[in-house]
């Protein structure tokens, strides 16, 4: 069973005591990949137009933090670019295992930038598999979202690898449905023991770009 240390609530995009609660997920879904890339790309060619029916902005990934000094190789990519009537623009996150050893990371959620607002409070990374109050086609949350903050945790083995697709949503109370200009996400991970108590950490980040 994956330890957890329950806490308090928290607000994602400003805390309101009249939030709908989401009890994120805990499973994660190794899939046994070496984790290397970092995709920077925007998921187009160069020159070319986005897909028929999109018409929102699309992501970019701008730039990336270099290792951190844990045995956890730390990867993103973009998973779907432009956002249209049906969806959002949505990031891959992949957490991989560098070292010869097990290990447990922690916390679940954050490592993956789930419940993740930029440094400006403007955008939000939320969990693909969910279903929020937003704007249909605008995906500008209309109200605040508020998670239970457990300390959740999962376990590497060498080389193995686990990844999340986290959608990117607008906070309540911006004028742009998704706000166009670049944006800075960072996020804390750590390697825990089996008892989920935090024996090293490191702060890792990245830029995204919206036009």
């Known amino acids: 069973m994956t330890p957890t240390r329950r806490r308090y609530l928290r607000g994602v995009g400003g805390a309101s005591a009249g939030g709908l609660l989401a009890l994120a997920g805990c499973t994660s879904t190794p899939d046994g990949s070496d984790g290397n890339g970092i995709d920077s790309g925007n998921g187009t060619d160069v020159g070319g137009t986005r897909p028929e029916g999109t018409g929102g902005p699309g992501v970019s990934i701008v730039s990336v933090d270099g290792e951190v000094e844990l045995p956890i190789r730390p990867a993103v990519e973009i998973a779907r670019e432009a956002a249209t009537t049906e969806h959002p623009p949505q990031l891959r996150t992949r957490l991989t295992n560098a070292g010869d050893e097990r290990i447990r990371v922690g916390e679940e959620r954050a490592a993956h930038f789930e419940y993740v607002s930029d440094a400006d409070d403007a955008l939000v990374l939320l969990p693909a598999d969910g279903e929020y109050p937003a704007e249909p086609g605008c995906w500008r949350l ?22 999340r697709l986290v959608d990117l949503y607008a906070t309540p109370g911006e004028d742009a449905c998704l706000p166009v200009g670049e944006y800075r996400f960072e996020t804390t991970m750590s390697v825990v023991s089996d008892d989920a108590e935090p024996q090293s950490s490191a702060t890792w980040g990245l830029s995204v770009v919206l036009e």
């Open 142 to 163: 209309t109200d605040t979202i508020a998670i239970t903050e457990e300390y959740r945790t999962f376990a590497l083995d060498p080389g193995e690898s686990s990844e």
